[in-house]
Antibody
């Protein structure tokens, strides 16, 4: 059974760096069992994809946010970490991590298991 | 950048068929998937690779993708299907549609 759980601060100040951790179980981050992505959703708005990392350390980023994002994984801890720099109030959103069973190289990217999400508020 | 366009809202009567469209340039040449999201909950994948249903998703959910349009069809719509629906595809990055609120009334 695949599960994912997000953790991190609920409140950050403008200009600070946000660090979120996704702890996974039920699949391996070091073998070909898919990847982990980060998706966010501002209150009342649509989903927005942020980043994706695969077992072989292939990393993909949203073109519009690429300069602010870094995604890494720690296979020993079964964790995927997302950092986002220079936070702004418009970055207030629920941040989700999710499992992607396919491969970007094959064009089969979808998210079959999602975490519960964590609300991050950006305010001074 | 690539865009996926969905109608903001769709209404359907209980027991009828609901169709939600997702439009994008040459979308039929890409794989499309669909998520259902109810208030306060995480999204749930209901269709992947155009027309495949994950385990546990009712048969009344189906999908198609051709030309510039992918369509999510819900046959015999039930009150529990009232939710926001998002399409998603891959075009050198993950792209989500703007979402469609399905109202069952």
């Amino acid at each position: 059974q695949i599960t994912l759980k997000e953790s991190g601060p609920t409140l950050v100040k403008p200009t600070q760096t946000l660090t979120l951790t996704c702890t996974v179980s039920g699949f391996s981050l070091s073998t070909n069992e898919g990847g982990v992505g980060w998706i966010r959703q501002p209150p009342g708005k649509a989903l927005e994809w942020l980043a994706l990392i695969y077992w072989d350390d292939d990393k993909r980023y949203s073109p519009s946010l690429k300069s602010r994002l870094t995604i890494t994984k720690d296979t020993s801890k079964n964790q995927v970490v997302l950092t986002m720099t220079n936070m702004d109030p418009v970055d207030t959103a629920t941040y989700y991590c999710a499992h992607s069973p396919g491969m970007a190289a094959a064009g089969t990217v979808d998210f079959d298991y999602w975490g519960q999400g964590t609300l991050v508020t950006v305010s001074s | 950048s690539y865009e996926l366009i969905q109608p903001p809202s769709v209404s359907v009567s209980p027991g009828q068929t609901a169709s939600i469209t997702c439009s994008g340039d040459k979308l039929g040449y890409k794989y499309a998937c669909w998520y259902q999201q109810k208030p306060g909950q995480s999204p749930v994948l209901v269709i992947y690779q155009d027309n495949k249903r994950p385990s546990g998703i009712p048969e009344r959910f189906s999908g198609s993708n051709s030309g510039n349009t992918a369509t999510l069809t819900i046959s015999g719509t039930q009150a529990m299907d009232e939710a926001d629906y998002y399409c998603q595809a891959w075009d050198r990055s993950v792209v989500f549609g703007g979402g469609t609120k399905l109202t069952v009334l």
